[in-house]
């Protein structure tokens, strides 16, 4: 009897591992670190970077999985282990270390990926009909409510588009739009859109659906005022340019202005917690610091709110 959790245990999570071990090398990070970041032993680190990704990948499933499928999952593993790291380098808390990675576990189940490669490994599977073994409890990890939640982001996100000039509003790094749970509290509690919202000519375009889980700091920002205000659960990322100010002065938009939320971001949060009443704030203007870019958050209740603050600031005509 093989179960789908051996795969992930005995092949995904140590290839996983080895991925990791070897970019924080390349970083110059040494073995030492490595082992403590990871949880092994130093040893266990460097017969990480002796392995190859080829065979890492292959041995534990060798004959049993056809190069489609090892191919799928080394582009997972690949994109995984750079966003680990790149949590690692940075320094972010384990909690959402491992929480990224779990959601990406369940998103393998999810999206059937996993349920191929146990039917690979347990022919005798393949005999059950509608088999959900893979996916657990279908409602408890895509419940109606996250239906709905991934649904409405993109339906807003295409009213968004229909915005003229929207498209010199979205930010070099990206934009993002993110929504969130009744009463979030955890990055899976909120849905955006992974890889940001780009700039393609004069149009805006997403790299991914939406997926809860991801985009830590736009999500981190999110909670932090659901928390302050639990209606507030809508929140858009747009340039922080020169006019915009005069804009939502010129319309009575309600909004607050900040410094280095992305290079000091407890302190400018603790600060805001004490002397803003996010029951009438809409948007936060961050001028940032140094070599960081000046990004503005528009936030509201409900998305016929989000969609009213930002037609608001793109249609209204400042006065002469």
Not at 223 to 233: A, D, F, G, R, V
């Amino acid at each position: 009897m093989r179960f789908p959790c051996e795969y992930v245990a005995n092949t995904f999570l140590p290839g996983l591992r080895v991925r990791i071990a070897q970019k924080m090398s390349m970083r110059g990070y040494p073995q030492t670190k490595i082992a403590l970041l990871l949880g092994v032993k130093q040893p266990v680190v460097a017969s990480y970077l002796r392995k190859t990704l080829d065979e890492t990948d292959k041995s534990p499933i060798a004959g049993i999985l056809d190069e489609t499928d090892i191919s799928t999952i080394t582009g997972i593993l690949d994109e995984l282990a750079e966003r680990m790291t790149s949590d690692f380098v940075k320094g972010n808390d384990l909690e959402t270390i491992m929480r990224t990675i779990c959601t990406r576990c369940k998103k393998l189940r999810m999206d059937n990926i996993l349920c191929s490669i146990h039917k690979k490994l347990l022919p005798a599977i393949a005999t059950i009909q509608r088999c959900t073994i893979c996916r657990g409890d279908i409602e408890s990890l895509q419940s109606l409510e996250n239906v709905k939640i991934l649904q409405s982001l993109e339906v807003t996100l295409t009213n968004i588009k229909e915005i003229d000039n929207i498209s010199h509003w979205i930010p070099e790094i990206g934009a993002q739009l993110a929504t969130c749970r009744e009463k979030a509290e955890y990055l899976d509690d909120v849905a955006s859109f992974p890889g940001r919202i780009i700039k393609v000519k004069d149009d805006i375009k997403t790299v991914s659906l939406p997926e809860f889980g991801f985009s830590k700091t736009m999500s981190t920002l999110l909670i932090w005022l659901h928390k302050i205000n639990p209606k507030i659960k809508w929140i858009f990322s747009i340039k922080n340019r020169t006019e915009l100010k005069m804009k939502l002065e010129n319309y009575n938009t309600p909004f607050i202005e900040t410094m280095f939320l992305d290079t000091k971001w407890n302190e400018t949060l603790n600060s805001l917690k004490s002397h803003c009443n996010f029951s009438q704030i809409k948007v936060i203007l961050d001028t940032s610091g140094p070599g960081y870019e000046a990004i503005a958050y528009i936030i509201a209740q409900e998305v016929d709110e989000l969609l009213e603050i930002t037609k608001s600031i793109f249609l209204n005509k400042l006065n002469p």
